[in-house]
Nanobody, 116 residues
Framework: QVQLVESGGGLVQPGGSLRLSCKASGIIFTIYDMHWYRQAPGKERELVAV???????NVADSVKGRFTISRDNVKNTVYLQMNSLKPEDTAVYYC??????????WGRGTQVTVSS
């Protein structure tokens, strides 16, 4: 069965750092583009970062210079390194795996709270 499990969230003060992990199983990880989304209560889900199956990356303007996405194809894991965290980064962060022919899959999310 396909499973994406996020971890690494928690409570952090402004200016702090967290590293989120998303462990994938049940898919051929190397052919999937991996994404991080986030959603705060009452707001729409926002695409934060993308890393393609070939390793190309992009991040949203709101986190550019602070967040970095990476992947480890041996561990079938995608990471989101979050530095210089701000209160507005508070959200549930979701991992997504997408591939042209087999569709996409979602993790259940991990909570990131940046206190003010």
């Amino acid at each position: 069965q396909v499973q994406l499990v996020e971890s690494g969230g928690g409570l952090v003060q402004p200016g702090g750092s967290l590293r989120l992990s998303c462990k994938a199983s049940g898919i051929i990880f190397t052919i999937y583009d991996m994404h991080w989304y986030r959603q705060a209560p009452g707001k729409e889900r926002e695409l934060v970062a993308v890393i393609t199956n070939t390793g190309s990356t992009n991040v949203a303007d709101s986190v550019k210079g602070r967040f970095t996405i990476s992947r480890d194809n041996v561990k079938n894991t995608v990471y989101l390194q979050m530095n210089s965290l701000k209160p507005e980064d508070t959200a549930v962060y979701y991992c997504n795996a997408a591939q042209t022919y087999t569709g996409s899959h979602w993790g259940r999310g991990t909570q990131v709270t940046v206190s003010s």
